[in-house]
């Protein structure tokens, strides 16, 4: 059986070639009435852009790659989700890669190797350094997401994040709005990473602005951003002496969080009465665990709009632009980890 074409969509739908290819594009100025006929038609046809065809006649297959660490992670998988809605309103197709945190793999995608049918790529690097990816950027499309200590004028990519340093301050200055003197840190990463450095900063300026010391005790060194760390380094928090154990964590990600609520239940701690506890990243999972997490909350939507945009408006670009840095908003959600009482699932 024939491919069905774009010529058969277009009869069927009464319109022309080019209307039935701006509504496949998601280009703008197509009626509603329009667009609907149009996406009728291809429904019933079962009409399927080729990529490889669109590629030979633009010169772009409308193909961008989505590459984060590890589709495990509740907050990529949730940002996948928000990529894929925003490429889908431009006409865009998304490939979603996993690294595992392999900096040979970062670096591989983030110069274009391998990805023939490509027109662009979005990345969340983990262990790539700015000296490694430099040299291969400019080169291929490329949009930086996270907090890595790229040098604006070394990197030649758009850069999407939140402000780290803000966000960890606002989950700590909650806490000892709450009257807790003795606030620890879970997240301080032996390798450095800058994700850890520049939230503990936020974490360490809090503390000083309510009069609280710094105890390095109460910022043990940690591995990866996961569950197992957390519970582990909430036991090591748990183990010191009494007097000096904390009243309060505030941890660097949610999924950190979630090992440390863990490690609080086996030792019989009550949340939050014995202890309060909060993450950043403000994933759905933090809504529904017992007790739910007051968790700092990046605009993961505005996140993945602006990535989009700027890859797409790069790719289209006669004249490339400018490299710019954006910044998305957070907020904190309070729940029952620092509340306490029984607070209702927010709809």
Not at 295 to 302: E, G, I, Q, S
Request: net charge neutral; aromatic share 4%.
């Amino acid at each position: 059986m024939a491919a069905v074409t774009l010529k058969d969509v277009a009869q069927r739908a009464g319109v022309s070639i080019k209307t039935v290819s701006n509504v496949v594009r998601g280009a703008p100025r197509v009626s509603e009435t329009t667009r609907a006929r149009v996406a009728k038609a291809v429904a019933e046809l079962g009409y399927r852009p080729n990529p490889t065809a669109r590629r030979l006649r633009t010169g772009r297959s409308g193909m961008i790659a989505l590459v984060v660490p590890e589709l495990v992670s509740p907050y990529f998988a949730e940002l996948a989700q928000h990529v894929r809605t925003e490429a889908t309103g431009l006409g865009l197709t998304v490939l979603i890669e996993e690294t595992l945190g392999d900096p040979a793999e970062e670096l591989r995608l983030a110069s274009g190797v391998g990805a023939s049918l490509l027109d662009g790529v979005i990345l969340s690097p983990l262990h790539t350094t700015a000296e490694e990816l430099a040299p291969v950027s400019g080169a291929f499309p490329l949009v930086l997401l996270g907090e890595r200590d790229y040098a604006r004028d070394r990197v030649a990519a758009d850069h999407v994040l939140i402000d780290n340093v803000a966000a960890a301050h606002t989950a700590t200055a909650h806490l000892a709005s709450l009257g807790r003197t003795r606030i620890a840190a879970i997240g301080h990463d032996r390798k450095g990473s800058a994700t850890s450095r520049q939230r503990l900063e936020g974490f360490q300026r809090a503390l000083h602005e309510a009069g609280l010391p710094f105890d390095p005790r109460l910022a043990p060194p940690m591995g990866e951003f996961d569950r197992r760390n957390g519970l582990e380094a909430m036991r090591a928090l748990l183990a010191l002496p009494p007097d000096r154990r904390p009243d309060a964590v505030s941890c660097f990600s949610d999924l950190l969080a979630f090992g440390a609520r863990r490690a609080l239940y086996e030792a019989r701690l009550r949340v939050p009465e014995d202890i309060a506890l909060t993450g950043i990243d403000g994933t759905e999972e933090a809504r529904y665990g017992t007790p739910s997490l007051t968790t700092v909350v990046p605009d993961k939507a505005a996140i993945a709009a602006l990535a989009v945009k700027c890859l797409a408006d790069r790719i289209s670009a006669a004249t490339p632009p400018p490299f710019e840095v954006h910044h998305a908003p957070h907020w904190l959600v309070e729940r029952e980890s620092t509340r306490g009482g029984r607070v209702p699932v927010e709809g």
